[in-house]
């Protein structure tokens, strides 16, 4: 979901490559133990960063902290590289699932407006508020499953409103947390879709939770392998074929990734 404050549509959104986020010296600490230690990256705009890591490697803690969830040591930046100035970081998240009683009359509209007008669900269908959100829900060709139950609504549908309410209003920084966990393969083809279209639209910057390492190669910009701290960085090929990947996942002689 999206902190922020206007409504996305113009082609003056696409990136501009010239923002940068910088993540200095994150650290985050339970007790008297490291969960990740001294993150540093820069994110630019109109890029996929993907986070790779075997489990318990950090990942979502990294997440959670960008987000504010946890207390860290270290600082998150947002830079504007052509006049270089330090601007307000907005944040959109897709979290890896979302829990909807399935007894809830709760309809997508609701969901939707309940978040964009920040009033209790189920309020009284303005024609304007519909109309945006059915514009929205567009952008990922979802607009047909505005007045279906949340509920009832399949993996894949439920990612589409979700992504439509994460950029709704366009962040600076967009983060999906394992995506594709449970969407079947006509969901996951239409996650790649939408997800090429947010890179070549939007000016927003993305870091991408995955264990699919098939679209890690053919989607990423840039990989971040991880295991509390950043243990290789760089293009997909080189990221995946470095002793760090191999030895993290067990990697075999002939085993294609």
């Given at each position: 979901m999206s902190k922020s404050s206007n409504i996305i549509n113009s082609e003056s959104d696409k990136a501009c490559g010239l923002h940068c986020i910088k993540i200095?010296?994150?650290?985050?600490?339970?007790?008297?133990?490291?969960?990740?230690?001294?993150?540093?990256?820069?994110?630019?705009?109109?890029?996929?960063?993907?986070?790779?890591?075997?489990?318990?490697?950090?990942?979502?803690?990294?997440?959670?902290?960008?987000?504010?969830?946890?207390?860290?040591?270290?600082?998150?930046?947002?830079?504007?590289?052509?006049?270089?100035?330090?601007?307000?970081?907005?944040?959109?998240?897709?979290?890896?699932?979302?829990?909807?009683d399935k007894n809830t009359p709760m309809s997508v509209f609701d969901l939707f407006a309940g978040y964009i007008s920040r009033s209790p669900i189920f309020i009284r269908k303005s024609p304007k508020v519909y109309k945006i959100v059915e514009e929205q829900l567009s952008i990922f060709d979802a607009q047909n499953l505005i007045d279906k139950r949340a509920c009832d609504l399949s993996g894949g549908e439920l990612q589409r409103v979700l992504l439509s309410i994460a950029i709704t209003p366009l962040p600076k920084l967009l983060l999906l947390d394992e995506p594709i966990s449970g969407i079947d393969q006509k969901g996951m083809e239409l996650f790649y879709k939408n997800i090429g279209k947010l890179k070549n639209n939007y000016d927003l910057a993305m870091i991408i939770v995955s264990h699919d390492f098939n679209f890690v190669r053919k989607y990423a910009d840039h990989?971040?392998?991880?295991?509390?701290?950043?243990?290789?960085?760089?293009?997909?090929?080189?990221?995946?074929?470095?002793?760090?990947f191999k030895e993290a996942f067990g990697w075999e002689e002939g085993r294609v990734y």
């Amino acid at each position: 979901m999206s902190k922020s404050s206007n409504i996305i549509n113009s082609e003056s959104d696409k990136a501009c490559g010239l923002h940068c986020i910088k993540i200095n010296d994150i650290t985050v600490q339970l007790g008297n133990e490291k969960i990740i230690d001294k993150i540093n990256l820069h994110i630019h705009c109109g890029k996929i960063t993907a986070l790779i890591g075997r489990n318990g490697a950090g990942k979502s803690t990294l997440i959670k902290a960008i987000l504010g969830e946890f207390d860290h040591g270290g600082s998150i930046e947002f830079t504007d590289l052509k006049s270089n100035t330090v601007e307000e970081l907005t944040i959109g998240y897709v979290p890896q699932k979302l829990d909807i009683d399935k007894n809830t009359p709760m309809s997508v509209f609701d969901l939707f407006a309940g978040y964009i007008s920040r009033s209790p669900i189920f309020i009284r269908k303005s024609p304007k508020v519909y109309k945006i959100v059915e514009e929205q829900l567009s952008i990922f060709d979802a607009q047909n499953l505005i007045d279906k139950r949340a509920c009832d609504l399949s993996g894949g549908e439920l990612q589409r409103v979700l992504l439509s309410i994460a950029i709704t209003p366009l962040p600076k920084l967009l983060l999906l947390d394992e995506p594709i966990s449970g969407i079947d393969q006509k969901g996951m083809e239409l996650f790649y879709k939408n997800i090429g279209k947010l890179k070549n639209n939007y000016d927003l910057a993305m870091i991408i939770v995955s264990h699919d390492f098939n679209f890690v190669r053919k989607y990423a910009d840039h990989v971040i392998l991880m295991d509390k701290t950043v243990l290789k960085e760089g293009d997909p090929e080189e990221v995946l074929s470095c002793a760090e990947f191999k030895e993290a996942f067990g990697w075999e002689e002939g085993r294609v990734y």
